[in-house]
């Protein structure tokens, strides 16, 4: 839909925006608390989330199975994650 229509396109890109600064926000946050990595930029922790998110999304649809969906789980957020 992005692609056929500049409403659609305007629509989803502010959808994306508002998701994105509410992930900036929680990582943000949990550096704060120490609980995520801090060797990382946060705002592009929030890119890499919803970026391989959606990929793991469609991905699920084609292949008709959870395992992106695992995969992104296991190893996308273990890595933002401090170890204690």
């Known amino acids: 839909l992005g692609d056929t229509s500049d409403i659609c396109r305007h629509s989803l890109k502010t959808a994306l925006e508002r998701y994105k600064k509410l992930q900036l926000t929680a990582l943000l946050r949990a550096q704060q608390e120490g609980t995520v990595r801090v060797d990382l930029n946060a ?32 190893t996308l957020l273990e890595d933002y994650f401090v170890n204690k």
């Open 43 to 74: 705002d592009t922790m929030a890119d890499l989330l919803i970026d391989n998110w959606q990929g793991a999304l469609l991905r699920m649809k084609i292949e008709q199975s959870v395992k992106p969906l695992q995969q992104f789980v296991a």
